[in-house]
């Protein structure tokens, strides 16, 4: 068993949940430089960390690996998330990160190794590798067919406006494929479209 393989199984064993934010920056977010679309990033990470601590009735805090660039980017970014656990967000009031987010090099942090596990697992699925299940995906922009294309999910939901949508909508792009490539295999939900490959 890899070492990769006992963290994720140590990781369920004490039921350890995971939240990757994932951004298409060519997609949405060009104009916008890589600090800035960094820092969205880490909002909607916060707001989905402090959603659940809430969902769960508990406080915690964020260990972030340390970014590149050197000592001064070292100091800059984590000044920069201050404002997060001063402030909140526009949804999200402070108070369920209890310290301002603290950075640490991963190879001496077995908790932020799972992290880039889990973020590096989540990608590769979400970029057409095998399929899981992805309950709690968020895309921007929306488009949240592909969480049924690549996640097999058949719901979407928007907790903070309280509605959601069975999927796929036929309304919305990607209802009808996944917009891959014609003779990439896709494996689609077992209950959707007969369609076995684009």
Known sequence: MTAGSRMLKAA???????????????????????????????????????????????AGIVIADKPGGGAAEETKWPAASLDLTDHGTEYIQPGKIILPIVTAHS?????????DLAVAATTAAYAGRPRVTGAGIVLYPERMNLCYWAFGETGWARPSASSGWALPRTDLPYA???????????????????????
């Open 12 to 58: 369920a064993l004490r039921d350890v949940k995971s939240m990757v934010v994932l951004l298409g920056h060519s997609a949405r977010y060009s104009s916008r430089t890589q600090a800035e679309a960094g820092a969205e990033i880490l909002k909607w990470l916060y707001e989905r960390v402090s959603m659940h601590l809430g969902d769960v009735g508990d």
């Open 107 to 115: 190879h001496h942090v077995p908790h932020l190794q799972l992290a």
């Open 176 to 198: 009808d494929d996944p917009g891959l490539p014609p003779g990439t295999p896709v494996q689609a939900p077992v209950d959707g479209p007969e369609t076995a490959t684009q």
